[in-house]
């Protein structure tokens, strides 16, 4: 059974930064694609970033140069660090595995987290 846990979601202002994880559980994360995706209410999930088994990184275009992804294979974790926090990036993130294709474009996922909230103003 996968379990996926997301945790570091906030309350912040315009400029600031988070750092979201993702603590994998009945999955080995670095044996296939992880990856980010947000939701605001009345819009589509949409991909933010995802990390493949090799290492390579892929960024929705929104947050190239400001979010970044990483792993830790020893505590079996994905990171999402969030740099200059803008209004439009609030939204409930979610942790995905199994990302399919392997892409910040994708929308497919075998395994999902419950999602945390991210607010910026």
């Known amino acids: 059974h996968v379990q996926l846990v997301e945790s570091g979601g906030a309350a912040v202002q315009n400029g600031g930064s988070l750092t979201l994880s993702c603590a994998s559980s009945?999955?080995?994360?670095?044996?296939?694609?992880m990856g980010w995706f947000r939701q605001n209410p009345g819009k589509e999930r949409e991909g933010v970033a995802i990390?493949?088994?090799?290492?390579?990184?892929g960024y929705e275009d929104s947050v190239k140069g400001r979010f970044t992804i990483s792993r830790d294979n020893a505590k079996n974790t994905i990171y999402l660090q969030m740099n200059n926090l803008k209004p439009e990036d609030t939204g409930v993130y979610y942790c995905a595995a199994e990302v399919f294709p392997c892409r910040s474009y994708s929308d497919y996922a075998e395994h999902w987290g419950q999602g945390t909230q991210v607010t910026v103003s």
């Open positions: 009945g999955y080995t994360a670095n044996t296939g694609c």
């Open positions: 990390i493949d088994s090799d290492g390579s990184t």
